[in-house]
């Protein structure tokens, strides 16, 4: 292995600030643009800027006049270590920020202290930002260079639209292929991860040519096995890609490299299989123009001993042996190889290179694979989730980047669960959507048969690659599933199934398990509780799209039924709390506590819901195609035992399950009747009876004792717009898809006038529960959400995810009854309420929570599931 180095010059370099001789009237200067705006306009706040740190003893400033720039890049790279480090630092990303003031475009350097603005996502494209402290880096190297440096910000609203006319005051931003401004890297890096190959030095034309054989010997694999030790020189080979990886980046700021990157071919001839290591710079080159089924001529590559503990993917032919003793080694220099693509159309069938072939199974194939068995899938997208992070290795920079999808492919009622993680293509990554014919290979089985329930999905593995467009011509068309599944494609172009799709929201997979100690050995964490003390650090803590899933003691308090299409208006609420930075304290929570003592334990001031909080979600959708698309794990129904049954099975405590049954089950039916009774206009002293049903709250003793001296409250129970998975409508595409992607590193302007996320229809229509739980020590209480998430069209037939369904498991149902038997009423409902309520009351649990960051100062907190210490076998 070998890399390069040596070519950009370290320190503030390619594209600095080119200082204007202020003395002079001119229009230009060399690497860089001046033009001064007279009266034709206004004068550029930039330039000021610029003249205003020129003039200064100092080097930095406060700008005479801070008026607001917007936006238009944020870019990543890694930065070197200094010369005068001794000591090597863990990864340190930086930021180059490019700006614009409606005059001039200026790329900056964000002071490392402001990192974390990049982290929460609320240093963004498409922003107002007001700059209030700015720095010069000169480059020591170069006469005159330097670069302008961010210190101080406020970040603001995001605009409705932004000008991408404006050109940069220094020419050389605008050169290609773009570099950062500071180090000897000569690229930026993908934003959010480091698989994804990001900017213009990733080349995508290379293209097969004819090539004559006549001069060149050739190899097998097998021949080069047994002799390539006592070699110097290698003959060429001759070779097939049957798998390829997608990207590692090591790039380290003690190593100079300039290009840092790896890839692995695994290709074959007649004679065997072996892996190819493509490195750093022929990484950009060649990478996004390779492609699996690729017939290669590879000359001048070096062969090393194999790297003995990584895994070989499989060979496609069990019948072709594998090498495992040696690896080809592809590299720009020592020595430069030379890779040349075959026209298929040239290929003999006297080479006998290997062909393809894939793995595909079925929806319904599936419940018999075995666990890590690997498999190729084909299907339509019927769920796209949005995009999230996880932390590679703790304390560090460095994520993976991933999304949950579902796939039907007419097999079975249920859909292929898949774990998509960036398989380094984010041109198809970035650009999936519900309705989309879906080809993945190379996944992986993952199952546990011992859980509650059972653990079934496949997730991606390095050689994993996913195509969306284009299938005609690939080799798999010919597979017979491949065929079966567009057959039965065709059948169904028109139906309800195609249309009946969902995008985005909160999706809380993998299952918890049913049990505490079943949980405790699912988890690799160093502290398998965490205090709810420290819940606060550790919600701080999240970047950008990151979700971590935690434990924690205490006791449920208070449990309050927001109805759907009410959460928004309390996400709002949320938000302008985050912004104003208003810390919970004791007296917040003893203005509460009068609050209620003053309105009375039922809450008269929640206002009652208007009919439209419970409209269906569309009457064209059948219950069993709902279920199918969007149930998951829970897609086979359960019958819920009776209360006395239910608190005895699966080790719960006496009394704690049995509470969640009645008092949720009651809360769930009483709001379905009351949207039934809605939606069949019944009398106004009737639907105002389901409307305050559905609006009061159950609150322990406990709290109205304790709510008084607590240290603390964290309110994380706001449900975002978001959060919530939106019926996908294939007009809306472009938009949708936007939405639940991360956030683009360049502006991207919207076309014609966007709508808003809150226009779409919602996927579920049963809102959500605030569930208040308080600390063991009674000193700290937190608020979070549990969130329903699949909508019943008919209460007879249809499965009802409560709060109950995610701690057990369970599927409940509707009482079957007329309306007037199971409407009770407000003041029966209550009294039920009280009555079951008494049983909960100061019973100690261990909480199962999801904590998400969107970005941008908004954090969710979801209670996933409850045990009870007692019991956590």
Known sequence: MSGESGQPQAGPSHAGLDWPNL???????PGGVIRRAGAQGPRSWIQKVLEQITGSPRQWVTPSEVVPVTVLAVQRYLLEDEPRDTVPKPPLYCYDVTISDGVYQEKCYLDPS????????????????KISRVSCLYNEKRVGQGILCIDNVHCGETLDAISLETPFRNRAHEEKPERPLRGGKSHYLALWNNEDPYGDIWLTDKQPEEYNFNNTRIISLSHLEMTWANRRNFPALLVRILHKSKLRYYGKPDKKMIEPYQTFLEVADSSGTVSVIMWNALCPEWYKSLRVGLVLLLQDYSVKKSYPFRMQPLPVDPQIKLISTMEICLNLRDPPTNIIIIPEKQVKPEWRLPKLNHRFITRSELDDMPENHICDVIGMLAFVGRVQRSKKKENREDFWSY?????????????????????????????????????????????????????????????SRVFITGHRGQPYTYDTKVKNFIQWIKTKTDSGEMKNTVIGGYYPYPPVPETFSKYSNSVKVESLLTAISEVRKEIEDLQYREQKRIAIQGIIT?????????????????ETLLNDNQPSTSQAAREESHRQERDGKWHQEDRPMSPQCFQSTSA??????????????????????????????????????????????????????????????????????????????????????????????????????????????????????????????KYVPPEGRPPKLDDFMSARSLGHFEVTILGLNHEIAI???????????????????????????????????????????PRAL???IIRAATELDRVHIIGILDICNLGNNKVEVYLQKIYSPENTS
């Open 23 to 29: 003395q002079r009237d001119r229009a230009g200067v």
């Open 114 to 129: 402001l990192n974390s603005l990049v982290y929460q996502n609320i240093l963004k494209v498409g922003i107002e930002m």
């Open 403 to 463: 999304r949950w999808i579902h796939i039907a492919d007419g097999t079975s009622e249920q859909p292929f669960i898949v774990e998509l993680f960036s398989t380094s293509q984010p041109e198809i990554f970035e650009n999936i959507y519900p309705m989309t014919y879906f080809v993945c290979t190379q996944l992986k089985v993952v199952r546990n048969d011992t859980q509650v329930p059972k653990l079934l999905y496949l997730t991606t593995t390095n050689e």
């Open 558 to 574: 208070v449990i309050k039924y927001i109805p759907h299409g009410c959460a928004t208006e309390s996400a709002s609420a949320s």
């Open 620 to 745: 064209s959708l059948s219950p069993s195609k709902k279920r199918r698309i969007l149930q998951g794990p829970y897609a086979k129904p359960v019958a819920v035992p009776q209360p006395e049954v239910l608190a005895q099975t699966k080790g719960n405590k006496p009394g704690t399950s049995s509470f969640f049954q009645r008092l949720l089950s009651r809360l769930l039916s009483s709001i379905i009747i009351g949207s039934q009774l809605s939606q069949e206009s019944t009398s106004a002293s009737t639907l105002g009876k389901g409307r305050k049903t559905i609006s009061d709250r159950w609150e322990s003793q406990m709290w109205r004792e304790k709510s008084f001296g607590l240290i603390d409250h964290l309110h994380y129970s706001h449900v975002y717009p978001e959060s919530i998975p939106r019926k996908f409508i294939l007009e809306h595409r472009k938009f949708l898809t936007q939405q639940y992607n991360s956030q683009p590193a």
């Open 783 to 825: 608020d979070v959400a549990f969130l329903p998430m699949y909508c019943p069209e008919d209460v007879r037939t249809s499965q009802i995810d409560t709060l109950l369904t995610c701690m057990n498991y369970s599927c409940v149902y509707p009482p079957e009854v007329t309306v007037s038997d199971r409407f009770p009423g």
């Open 830 to 832: 209550a009294s039920d």
